[in-house]
């Protein structure tokens, strides 16, 4: 089993930043690895992917606003969200599955992403 802690999530006022990491350990092999996100009584929304040499995909909601990025040497997904507006308030989770995502055109459906993690709160006022 792979195991996904993130971490980074608190509280910022609109138009400031943070920076999610997602630990990964046991089976790291991964040929995709993504970022979700959940507010109470909406569905889960896919935010950002990354798979193969670099390759990413963003929600439209976010796009030129959240980076997705990976450091393999020390197993850690990251995302930094800059801009930040009250509606990226959420549960931010990551996930990882070893299916490819490249046929997808935008960040792929939650439903192919077998390891996922605890989740880390991010709450943006206004």
């Known amino acids: 089993q792979v195991k996904l802690v993130e971490s980074g999530g608190g509280s910022v006022r609109a138009g400031g930043s943070l920076r999610l990491s997602c630990a990964v350990s046991?089976?790291?092999?991964?040929?995709?690895m993504a970022w979700f996100r959940q507010a109470p009584g909406k569905e889960r929304e896919g935010v950002a992917v990354i798979f193969g040499e670099g390759n990413t995909r963003y929600g439209d909601s976010v796009k030129g606003r959240f980076t997705i990025s990976k450091d393999n040497g020390k197993n850690t997904l990251y995302l930094q969200m800059n801009s930040l507006k009250p509606e990226d308030t959420a549960m931010y989770y990551c996930a990882s599955t070893r299916s490819g995502c490249h046929w997808y055109a935008a960040v792929p459906p939650p439903g192919i992403f077998a390891d996922w993690g605890q989740g880390t709160q991010v709450t943006v006022s206004s």
């Open positions: 046991g089976n790291t092999y991964s040929v995709c």
